[in-house]
């Protein structure tokens, strides 16, 4: 009837309608294909409708004293850049410490949390263009913690430039791929880039540390960025084309041929060297000790030593100096053996001449003669016997 009123659902009574929100499009889709396209207005002033804040809010963060002095040329730069949201900064240097806090200007209730983020970044060894960046709405930081991933330390500088790569070649891949900024210093990597990068980047530094080469990751990112281009693959899986890396369980007898390569390798080098091989060293045993029933005698102490020899009744001066030129002769005969050691592989060996044309010739000569010598009798029968 004309008279009735469409009923609505209670669920959607205070539902607005987004401009976005039309039978035309596919929300699924265009939530996975646009998520990133979507704006992010700018928080202005006029945006702020409660007026200043009633508390101040404040954070402050240490830095280490190699970053002192790059502080205090670039504060400057820092303070500038702050005050231009509202926020307010101090540089402590007797305690060493960055402070940042609220001021009746500020009208974004978010910056504060930016410019500690800002904070930290200068305090981790970024340089103070890139950290202002931070100050953005679509930029978010991240600082990895990876000193406690490994323990060994060898290891962990190992894993720690694996990161790098060669020429800095790995961690350019991982910025372009990850649109982020990435920065390795001790025992923390800072990121800086959007949300979806920081994810990626804390997934591939933590897997590095973890014994996960960075390539691998590289190597899928790659292929998901080729995947995103096909609209068609928006609403499908994509295990399938991404790659399966498995580690390589080797057999027993793989790891016995290996090891036997390895034995086989060393013994060459130990023959290069002149020494013995692996298995004549091993054979070579002490002699056995002839067994007694008493116990050995008494070792001399140190003291007893020292009064024997003098050395007890000299002064502190004259023992380092004796120490010293003890230890100096020491060093020099090790050095020496070293030297020698390294010397035996680039001695040339006996070379052999090739023969010459004249010594070739009087080896021939002996030959001929004694065949000649035989030839002789032969002949001189053969004349008596023409004339009988």
Known sequence: MEGETEVVNKNKRHRKEKPWDTDDIDHVSTLLMNLRTWKIDEFKKEDNLGGTFTEESSFATLFPKYREKYLREVWSAVTKSLESHGIACTLDLIHGSMSVRTTRKTYDPYIILKARDMVKLLARGVAVGQAVKILDDTMACDIIKIGNVVRNKERFVKRRQRIIGPDGSTLKAIELLTQCYVLVQGSTVSVMGPFKGLKE????????????????????????????????????????????????????????????????????????????????????????????????????????????????FLKNTEKEAKEAKRRKEKQEEVTAEKRAKRAEVFVAPVETAAPTVEEKRKRKRPSSEHQHEESEPATKTKTKKAKA
């Open 201 to 312: 980047v804390r997934r591939i530094v933590l897997d590095c540390m973890k014994n996960i080469h960075p390539i691998y990751r590289i190597k899928e990112l790659m292929i998901k960025r080729e995947l995103a281009k096909d609209p068609q693959l928006a609403t499908e899986s994509w295990d399938r084309f991404l790659p399966k890396f498995r580690r390589n369980h080797l057999s027993t007898s793989e790891k016995t041929a290996k090891k036997n390569e390895r034995i086989h390798e060393k013994d060459e080098a130990r023959k290069a060297a002149g020494l013995p091989s692996l298995a004549e060293a091993k054979k070579e045993k002490p002699a056995k000790k002839v067994y007694t029933p008493f116990p050995p005698a008494q070792l001399p102490r140190k003291v007893d030593l020292q009064l024997e020899s003098g050395e007890y």
